[in-house]
């Protein structure tokens, strides 16, 4: 059994903590499955509605299987087998607030540059800018290539009253330190 809202794990085995109710966010520690001098396309799109996927682009093989691998996670954790994955080059901070998003469930995963930072709601309080010192200690980043699944404040996930609020936020970023962000989202009817 997990014992906390946030659990990380060497294996994508990670994710099934997230039938827990406490857990709020399991994270995949796993290196990036990007090939040396390779990278996602800089913009691109992928829907399945359940039975076909379709692309908005030409994209390589090894992401390509990325995503289908990471999307069959997001499908099993929702229990829903429709899904949206978008993959971005971002040169600026896409959300710079801490907060949840209104979806039952998201994936993230950077493939280039940081990982999203996350923090407890207790541990920053109203500092959501995270502009603090105090809680600018607190902020944690994720790797590039550890893949994050969150539980969104769509209705579904019911947490518990007594565990901490995980919140989150992008990275600083910049036209010389992009980064290369895919988010996976259950798309229920």
């Known amino acids: 059994m997990a014992?906390?809202?946030v659990v990380q794990g060497q294996a994508p085995t990670v994710f099934t903590t997230l039938f827990e109710p406490q857990v709020r966010m399991?994270?995949?520690?796993?290196?990036?499955p990007m090939p040396p001098d390779a990278l996602p396309p800089p913009d691109f799109t992928a829907d399945c509605d359940g039975r076909w996927i379709a692309l908005s682009g030409a994209a390589p093989e090894w992401f390509l299987q990325d995503i289908e691998r990471l999307a069959e996670i997001v499908a099993t954790i929702s229990g829903c087998?429709?899904?949206r994955a978008r993959c971005e080059t971002?040169?600026?901070?896409?959300?710079?607030?801490?907060?949840?998003d209104a979806v039952p469930v998201r994936l993230i995963v950077a493939y280039e540059g940081?990982?999203?930072e996350w923090a407890f709601?207790?541990?920053?309080?109203?500092?959501l800018d995270?502009?603090?010192?105090g809680t600018r200690r607190r902020v944690r980043t994720l790797h590039p290539g550890d893949v994050a699944v969150i539980k969104g404040t769509a209705p579904g996930w019911e947490a518990w009253p007594d565990l901490?609020?995980?919140?989150?936020?992008?990275?600083?970023?910049?036209?010389?330190t992009p980064r290369r962000v895919l988010t996976i989202d259950a798309a229920p009817a």
């Open 164 to 176: 901490p609020v995980v919140l989150h936020r992008s990275p600083p970023a910049g036209r010389r």
């Open 90 to 100: 971002v040169t600026r901070r896409a959300c710079p607030r801490f907060h949840q």
């Open 121 to 127: 709601a207790g541990e920053i309080g109203e500092d």
């Open 81 to 83: 087998e429709a899904w």
């Open 114 to 116: 940081p990982g999203p």
């Open 3 to 5: 014992v906390g809202a």
């Open 130 to 133: 995270g502009r603090l010192i």
């Open 26 to 32: 399991a994270i995949w520690s796993r290196p990036s």
